[in-house]
Each structure stands twice: as structure tokens, then as C-alpha cells.
């Protein structure tokens, strides 16, 4: 019975650790490490339930790569995928430890900054540019330079759903992409 005992509760931590792989799995981009897209929404719904009880508002950056596709093109995807391993480094070298920092897909990341005004978030924009300014070494020694456009939403609407905060955000990027002079 005992053997038996130990195998049920053997067999049922396996089950349990094997459950938590899965679902931290499901929550993590398998490339950068970072949080992934599912991860990030359920992350931004939070923070906007928490918004609506505390009143505490937010800023969302929304981030592109420039010149990560000519990159990838021209040196490969191990290349790109090493490329988009360091802009990962980079970006979480610059976000709070309570923020939340994800890789959406692609070439695309996102910021939850929790407790950010406007202000802040302009200044971690900045932090941000500044850190992609150096160039990546590549692995075959070669180097490539990426730039990084950057755009910013702030929660202040308590009927605004995470989709339209994104939206916003979006919209926010492009115009920075347009624009190119200053591109945060």
C-alpha cells in the first residue's frame, strides 16, 4: 500500500510540474523569452480591471523594428533571430520590473507601464531608442544596426477595451514611422 501511496503522489507531483511547464509554455515567447501575445492581453485586461478600481492609470508602448526585415533578408533568419534576442535583452534592460514587456509577434513588442502618466512613458521611450542606437553582433561577427519606432497610449477612458488601447497605440506608431525626424 505504501508503494503504491508513493507512486499516486509521485506520479501526481509529475502531472503538476508537467502543468506548469505547459502553461508557462503557453505564456512565453519560445525565442526572446519574453512574454508572449495571449500573455500580454490577459496582462492588459488586468491592468485595466485594476485601473477600475483604483483609478490608476497606465501607458502602453507599442514598438516596431526598423530595418528588421532588410536585416533579416540580407544576413538570415538565424540572424534575425538573433537580432530579435538582443532587442529583447535591450528592451528588458529598460522596463520596470513591475512592467509588463512582451513580444507581440513578429517584430513587434509591447510595454505595459503600470502607473505611467504620459510623461513617463516618453521617458522610457527615449531610454528605449537610445539602447537600440548601438549596433548587434551577430554570431558570425558581422554586425547590424536596427532603429525602433515607438508608439504611445495612455488608459485614461474606463470604457476603453485593451483592443482599442492597442489600436490607439498602433496608430501612435505608424505616425512615428511616418514621421521619421523624431521617431518616439
Known amino acids: 500500500m505504501l508503494r503504491d501511496l ?5 506520479t501526481a507531483l509529475d502531472n503538476r510540474r508537467r502543468a506548469l ?17 495571449a500573455d500580454f ?7 485595466i480591471a485594476h485601473t477600475a478600481r483604483t483609478g490608476e492609470h497606465f501607458a502602453l508602448l507599442y514598438m516596431d523594428l ?6 533579416n533578408d540580407q544576413f538570415g533568419h538565424a540572424a534575425g533571430d538573433a537580432v530579435l534576442r538582443e532587442v529583447a535583452r535591450r528592451l528588458a534592460q529598460q522596463v520596470r520590473e513591475g512592467d509588463m514587456l512582451a513580444r507581440i509577434g513578429g517584430d513587434e ?7 505611467g502618466t504620459q510623461e513617463s ?6 531610454r ?4 537600440m542606437s548601438p549596433p548587434i553582433d551577430l554570431p558570425d561577427g558581422k554586425q547590424v544596426s536596427v532603429g525602433i519606432s515607438i508608439g504611445i497610449a495612455t488608459y485614461t477612458d474606463s470604457d476603453e477595451t485593451h483592443l482599442a488601447l492597442i489600436a490607439r497605440a498602433d496608430r501612435e506608431l505608424y505616425q512615428a514611422k511616418r514621421l521619421r525626424r523624431e521617431r518616439i
Open 6 to 10: 508513493s507512486t499516486l503522489v509521485m
Open 109 to 115: 513588442f509591447g510595454v505595459v507601464v503600470r502607473g
Open 41 to 47: 492581453d490577459g496582462a492588459m485586461s488586468s491592468q
Open 66 to 71: 526598423d530595418g528588421f526585415k532588410e536585416s
Open 21 to 37: 511547464l505547459l502553461s508557462n509554455m503557453a505564456r512565453t515567447d519560445h525565442l526572446t523569452g519574453l512574454a508572449n501575445r
Open 121 to 126: 512613458a516618453e521617458s522610457l521611450s527615449k
Open 128 to 131: 528605449i531608442d537610445e539602447a
